[in-house]
């Protein structure tokens, strides 16, 4: 009996997670990942933020910014550009006479213009700002989506070898009735096939175990995992204007209002800029004569550009009108996904205790079924039947204890809550 309590207490108790650590997989094929008690989710999150490809384009965004600071900070509205002009004789005629012009322009600020460029200038760097923030939020919910990918397969796997375990022991015990002739050889045959039927599964589970391990190396580009991070349910119980995606997009919108102000300035044909120019003529009118010198001012300035500049105004307004679009449609996404996620959180707890007291009945139903297969009052088939029952129970329990802690993570991640 020694034997049969051992195997209940198994099943009943649970073996530990660290059972099989140590114990050489089932198959060749192994991606290397050490779990770290020091690492926590937001140390898994900042690192993969920095290896991110994503990550480029905030960069690119602060660099546009600072670019735009540097344009709206300038005292002239463009480069200043010297000119110089030489006319002489006509080929063949030695008259003497000669003209020189030189001249400088400055490109002038329209009136409101350097304030709509320090318009779009503030705008984009809220918007790097912002989308900072947002991408860690992404990255969040990839780092929290491929951690408890891998949870649930580590699961799945240590149950398939628990499980394999406990049908390893009854095949056993079955051997050496089967020798001493209490029960036929059929019986040892079929304890056989489930055994070999619960490795080849144990086999599938490790072959998912090592692919999230994969999924996992080449999202974060790291070979440590927590060991721990589960998380606290956040007390946000709405979408709000801070949520990180909402506050890009709009600062993307604002950033757009900005530069279609800024459009109304450009044209897609000629040149609708002020220019004012200070220069000097000289001119020599013969042989010999007196150079004459002299000072040039010039004023541009332009009018009637509504016309060539309506394209790049309808332009922008298009952009502006997609970036209002795509907020309502975030917004409305979000709105979804949180009552998704309310109820998946609901519906876990829900599941969790269900298993949990199915797990109980079946384990004290196949401790009696063992009872009565030892005292040969059941045959093998009944007893494979109730541990079948007792098995897929444990599997159930220990998949929603995993996906109630996996839906505390995602309704974190849809309310906006960094780690």
Same mark, same amino acid.
């Given at each position: 009996?020694?034997?049969?309590?051992?195997?209940? *207490?198994?099943? $009943?108790?649970?073996?530990?997670?660290?059972?099989?650590?140590?114990?050489? #997989?089932?198959?060749?094929?192994?991606?290397? /990942?050490?779990?770290?008690?020091?690492?926590?989710?937001?140390?898994?999150?900042?690192? !993969?933020?920095?290896?991110?490809?994503?990550?480029?384009?905030?960069?690119?965004?602060?660099?546009?910014?600072?670019?735009?600071? =540097?344009?709206?900070?300038? $005292?002239?509205?463009?480069p200043v550009m010297l000119g110089a002009t030489y006319s002489g004789d006509q080929v063949g005629d030695d008259t003497g006479q000669w003209s020189i012009d030189t001249d400088l322009t400055f *490109? %002038?600020?329209?009136?409101g213009q350097r304030a709509a460029a320090k318009q779009v200038a503030g705008q984009a760097v809220r918007y790097a700002q912002a989308y900072r923030r947002a991408l860690k939020l992404q990255v969040?919910?990839?780092?929290?989506?491929?951690?408890?990918?891998?949870?649930?397969?580590?699961?799945?796997?240590?149950?398939?070898?628990?499980?394999?375990?406990?049908?390893?022991?009854?095949?056993?015990?079955?051997? =050496?009735?089967?020798?001493?002739?209490?029960?036929?050889?059929?019986?040892?045959?079929?304890?056989?096939?489930?055994? $070999?039927?619960?490795?080849?599964?144990?086999?599938?589970?490790?072959?998912?175990?090592?692919?999230?391990?994969?999924?996992?190396?080449?999202?974060?580009?790291?070979?440590?995992?927590?060991?721990?991070?589960?998380?606290?349910?956040?007390?946000?119980?709405? %979408?709000?204007?801070?949520?990180? /995606?909402?506050?890009? %997009?709009?600062?993307? #919108?604002?950033?757009?209002?900005?530069?279609?102000?800024?459009?109304?300035?450009?044209?897609?044909?000629?040149?609708?800029?002020?220019?004012?120019?200070?220069?000097?003529?000289?001119?020599?009118?013969?042989?010999?004569?007196?150079?004459?010198?002299?000072?040039?001012?010039?004023?541009?300035?332009?009018?009637?550009?509504? !016309?060539?500049?309506?394209?790049?105004?309808?332009?922008?307004?298009?952009? #502006?009108?997609?970036?209002?679009?795509?907020?309502?449609?975030?917004?409305?996404?979000?709105?979804?996904?949180?009552?998704?996620?309310?109820?998946?959180?609901?519906?876990?707890?829900?599941?969790?205790?269900?298993?949990?007291?199915?797990?109980?009945?079946?384990?004290e139903n196949l401790a009696l079924g063992r009872k009565a297969f030892e005292a040969g009052e059941m045959n093998l088939i009944d007893l494979l039947k109730i541990q079948l029952l007792a098995q897929?129970?444990?599997?159930?329990?220990?998949?929603?204890?995993?996906?109630? =802690?996996?839906?505390?993570?995602?309704?974190?991640? !849809?309310?906006?809550?960094?780690?």
């Amino acid at each position: 009996m020694g034997i049969v309590t051992a195997w209940i *207490m198994v099943l $009943l108790m649970g073996w530990s997670a660290s059972v099989y650590a140590e114990e050489a #997989l089932l198959m060749p094929h192994h991606d290397e /990942l050490t779990y770290d008690p020091a690492l926590t989710l937001g140390d898994v999150v900042a690192a !993969t933020e920095k290896v991110y490809p994503r990550s480029h384009l905030v960069s690119a965004l602060e660099e546009e910014s600072s670019a735009w600071r =540097k344009r709206a900070g300038g $005292l002239l509205a463009g480069p200043v550009m010297l000119g110089a002009t030489y006319s002489g004789d006509q080929v063949g005629d030695d008259t003497g006479q000669w003209s020189i012009d030189t001249d400088l322009t400055f *490109m %002038i600020w329209k009136w409101g213009q350097r304030a709509a460029a320090k318009q779009v200038a503030g705008q984009a760097v809220r918007y790097a700002q912002a989308y900072r923030r947002a991408l860690k939020l992404q990255v969040a919910g990839l780092v929290r989506e491929a951690l408890w990918d891998l949870q649930m397969k580590k699961v799945d796997y240590e149950t398939a070898r628990n499980v394999l375990a406990v049908n390893q022991q009854l095949t056993d015990v079955v051997r =050496k009735r089967v020798e001493a002739g209490d029960l036929p050889r059929t019986d040892l045959l079929l304890a056989q096939t489930h055994l $070999l039927q619960r490795r080849s599964e144990a086999v599938a589970a490790e072959a998912e175990w090592m692919h999230a391990r994969r999924r996992y190396l080449n999202l974060t580009r790291m070979d440590r995992a927590p060991a721990s991070f589960a998380e606290t349910l956040t007390d946000r119980k709405a %979408i709000g204007l801070d949520h990180p /995606l909402l506050a890009a %997009i709009t600062a993307k #919108l604002e950033e757009e209002k900005a530069r279609a102000e800024w459009t109304k300035f450009e044209s897609d044909t000629g040149n609708q800029q002020v220019y004012f120019t200070v220069g000097s003529h000289h001119e020599h009118t013969e042989r010999g004569g007196q150079t004459i010198n002299g000072m040039v001012a010039n004023l541009t300035l332009p009018f009637g550009g509504g !016309t060539y500049q309506a394209p790049n105004i309808a332009s922008a307004r298009t952009a #502006l009108a997609e970036a209002e679009a795509e907020r309502g449609d975030l917004f409305r996404r979000l709105e979804r996904d949180l009552h998704e996620a309310r109820h998946a959180l609901e519906i876990a707890r829900v599941q969790k205790q269900q298993a949990e007291a199915r797990h109980q009945l079946a384990a004290e139903n196949l401790a009696l079924g063992r009872k009565a297969f030892e005292a040969g009052e059941m045959n093998l088939i009944d007893l494979l039947k109730i541990q079948l029952l007792a098995q897929e129970a444990q599997r159930d329990l220990e998949a929603w204890r995993v996906k109630a =802690k996996s839906a505390v993570a995602q309704y974190n991640q !849809t309310v906006g809550e960094l780690p």
